[in-house]
């Protein structure tokens, strides 16, 4: 598992999804890295990433019936995910939402298979936990049990604003907020270890020290 972590972080500072410099988050805190999910945009660094979700929830031992994709990062990761696992030998079907219900066709705001016993939600990041809140309605809603997230990183820091930072993160109050495991293929440690790395990632280790600072100002235990 340790080795798919850092392989994932290699993986994705080759594909320049996650990028270093100073980055303004949804939050609007300075960070000095940014993981953009969205450059996962050819064939083959999709397949290599759903290809790390599907082992990731495999290995997490989670009992799971299908998978649900967020509107919009999540519905490519979500269906490649799907993809990936079938080829690992789990076929499970796999649903999205749309962003408004369509009032023709086959109608309503869920597209694919019918939410039905356990879900997996599959999404990047987790950053207000708005698409995951959403998502947890969505599927109980239809008599399904959302039973984990599963996510690309963890950004692992404190959840709030500045000045009412919470102890928690996101992250963590996502999973005590609805009782289910969010389970993610790597986290901001696995970042900084490969940063302090430098026969691992030479060119990466002159960002050690503001992650680091980063991480002591709004990491969360």
């Known amino acids: 598992m340790k080795n798919l972590k850092q392989e994932f972080i290699h993986f994705a500072v080759d594909a320049e999804v996650i990028r270093f410099g100073e980055f303004v988050t949804k939050a609007g805190r300075k960070s000095p890295y940014f993981f953009n999910a969205g450059l996962f945009n050819n064939g083959e660094n999709l397949g290599r990433v759903a290809d790390f979700y599907a082992q990731t929830l495999l290995d997490s031992g989670i009992a799971f019936d299908m998978l649900f994709g967020p509107a919009y990062k999540g519905i490519t990761l979500a269906s490649a995910t799907a ?13 999205y939402n749309r962003k408004e219900a369509k009032d023709h066709g086959e109608g309503g705001s869920i597209v694919g298979a019918k939410l039905a ?4 939600i599959v999404d990047d990041v987790i950053s207000a936990g708005t698409s995951v809140r959403e998502s947890v309605e969505m599927i109980r809603a239809a008599g399904a049990t959302p039973c984990a997230v599963l996510i690309a990183l963890d950004r692992m820091e404190r959840a709030g604003s500045d000045d009412h930072l919470s102890a928690l993160s996101a992250v963590q109050e996502i999973s005590r907020n609805f009782d289910i495991p969010v389970v993610a293929i790597a986290s901001l440690n696995d970042l900084f270890e490969c940063l302090s790395h430098a026969e691992a ?5 002159q960002f050690k020290d503001s992650v680091a600072a980063y991480r002591q100002k709004y990491g969360a235990v």
Not at 117 to 120: A, F, L, M, P, S
Not at 201 to 205: I, Q, W
Request: aromatic share 4%; proline share 9%; charged share 15%.
């Open 83 to 95: 993809v990936a696992l079938a080829a690992k030998g789990r076929n499970v079907p796999f649903a």
């Open 117 to 120: 016993g356990r879900v997996v």
């Open 201 to 205: 990632a030479p060119a990466l280790v």
